[in-house]
């Protein structure tokens, strides 16, 4: 199947072609590729499987079309799971598509990023060579980390074959409390909780109920448990529909979504707080430059020139040329803010 991707992106190359990248379609809304794609259509679709599975040193290695939930099965039979929790939506998305587009779960400033659970890389550049990054060990050091670029990257470097992720074992007890208060008082509470070795893995405001799920041995989160209080409530998928966006808020119209540093002010449209005040949704109305759009439990894009630093954009474009000097992947996102 990869020789069929190099000359797939060769015979592109020669005739002056394009080519959008795709899986399963499941972040069509992030990238474009839906509605607006300008090159010829790239699919991972039929290229699955895991390669290679090693339990005892915590690494796996998948092809990109693979679906996440699968994978997600796999390790669950072995008692452990992907740290950035990246959505399934509805069990269309794949390895290759949570990598690409960076997106991680409830548990990203606990757990780490897609960027973190990255080791390495296989994948075909805009020259039809196939080239090989980073590992399938936990320490690498050896040379530049370039197959962590590939996070966030929405495929603009290349087209991914292969990638090699950290998982993390399940944990041996987990809760989800519950706690009626106040948007201010969610936010306090989630930045005094931040500064002290609690073992919480999620947080989330909604509708004036703080959730706030503990994972890890079982005797620190019974005692953390007492110590936070609340109401101790079945899982129920929360956690998982706040992950793949399919929470009734997310039906309720265009959604957006800012991520700040989590000390910020909360502003009056904060409808939904994550991440300890990192991450706030709101319905979306005019004059929201720069927001993460999502709706209807699919991710929805709408990118926005939002400015930037110059010597950041000046660097992409560098790294954009020496992997497709002819700007041969994802022309709808070449000149996109999609920074991660």
Not at 276 to 296: E, K, P
Request: net charge negative; aromatic share 6%; hydrophobic share 40%.
């Amino acid at each position: 199947m990869s020789e069929e991707f190099v000359q797939a992106v060769a015979s592109a190359r020669a005739m002056g072609q394009r080519l959008s990248i795709v899986g399963a379609g499941s972040k069509s809304g992030l990238t474009g590729n839906e509605s607006s794609a300008e090159g010829r259509l790239l699919s991972t679709v039929e290229h699955t499987g895991i390669v290679d599975y090693r339990p005892d040193e915590l690494v796996v290695t998948v092809r990109s079309g693979t679906p996440l939930k699968e994978l997600n099965q796999a390790l669950v039979r072995e008692g452990q799971m992907l740290g950035f929790e990246p959505p399934e939506y509805r069990g269309l998305g794949t390895v290759g598509g949570a990598v690409a587009a960076g997106i991680a779960g409830p548990g990203r400033p606990w757990r780490g990023g897609a960027r973190d659970a990255v080791l390495g890389v296989r994948m075909i550049n805009g020259q039809a060579e196939r080239l090989n990054f980073g590992g399938q060990v936990m320490k690498n050091v050896a040379g530049f980390d370039v197959s962590r670029l590939q996070a966030g990257a929405y495929g603009m470097l290349g087209l991914l074959l292969e990638v090699s992720l950290k998982v993390l074992p399940l944990p041996q007890a987990e809760q989800t409390l519950a706690l009626e208060v106040s948007a201010e008082d969610a936010h306090a509470r989630m930045l005094e909780w931040a500064l002290k070795p609690y073992p919480i893995t999620a947080t989330a405001w909604l509708d004036g109920v703080l959730h706030v799920r503990l994972s890890g041995a079982e005797a620190a989160v019974n005692a953390t448990a007492m110590i936070i209080g609340g109401q101790v409530r079945p899982d129920n998928g929360f956690w998982q529909a706040l992950r793949d966006h399919s929470l009734s808020f997310f039906r309720s119209g265009t959604i957006a979504c800012r991520q700040l540093a989590p000390a910020s002010p909360l502003l009056p449209e904060d409808e939904l707080i994550e991440w300890n005040g990192a991450r706030r949704w709101s319905r979306a109305n005019s004059g929201t430059g720069g927001y993460r759009v999502f709706g209807a439990g699919y991710a929805q894009h709408r990118c926005r020139d939002g400015g930037g630093d110059p010597a950041i954009a000046e660097y992409q474009a560098r790294i954009k040329a020496a992997f497709d000097p002819d700007n041969l992947f994802n022309p709808e996102l070449t000149d996109a803010d999609v920074a991660a």
